[in-house]
Structure formats: C-alpha cells, structure tokens
C-alpha cells in the first residue's frame, strides 16, 4: 500500500518523549500528535482520505503493517488495537484544530521570542 506523507508525518508525530504520558492517555496523544503535524487543509483531506480507505478494509494486519510503515514510535501490536486506535484517529481528525504549515517567517518570530 502507498503510504502519503500526510500519514508518516502523523506517525512521526507520537514523540518518544510522551511515550510514557501517551500509553496512558492516548486520547489527548493523539490531539498533540494531529496538532503537531501542521497540515495543511489539503493535507487533512488526503489523510482523512486515507484513514477511511484504511478503516473500510476488513484485514486488521494490513492496518497494522501500514502503522508500522508510518514510522512511529508507539508500537500498537493486534490487528484490533490498530483499528480501534485509527478509528480514533479519524474521529479526531476532525475535531482537533490543525493550525497550517509553519512558514519559515513564523519560526523566526517564535526564535526571537525565545
């Protein structure tokens, strides 16, 4: 299956550092996670897109082969769990206020602040 970047990018957005935080409250995880990743409107389209292709396959496997290839840190193991856990996601998704791309203006704005 091709993963979108929009998908790696969420992954990659389960920082290790929360680990330990994240296992037990993955709700609000997976909030920091989408908030993290400052997609762009297109870019939320194409990974909601994805997350309901991914949802409306019927081999759990497959979902967690594809999790894994997203490069995250938090290792889901079980067909069932991934689900459940990108099930979340998904609802989420569209929930959670993801602020755009950070511009090269915006960083350098919040470097000075710092």
């Given amino acids: 299956m091709n993963i979108p970047p929009e998908f790696s990018r969420l992954g990659h957005c389960f920082l290790q550092d929360d680990y330990d935080w994240g296992v037990d409250n993955v709700t609000e995880w997976i909030k920091r996670a989408l908030a993290l990743t400052h997609l762009s409107a297109a870019g939320v389209q194409n990974l909601r897109n994805h997350l309901d292709e991914l949802l409306a396959q019927s081999d759990n496997r497959a979902l967690e082969r594809t999790w894994w290839a997203s490069g995250s840190v938090y290792g889901l193991?079980?067909?069932?769990?991934?689900?459940?856990?990108?099930?979340e996601v998904r609802r989420l998704l569209d929930i959670v206020e993801i602020k755009g791309p950070l511009t090269e203006k915006a960083v350098s704005a919040s470097q000075v602040a710092d």
């Fill in 77 to 87: 193991r079980g067909g069932e769990s991934v689900r459940n856990f990108l099930t």
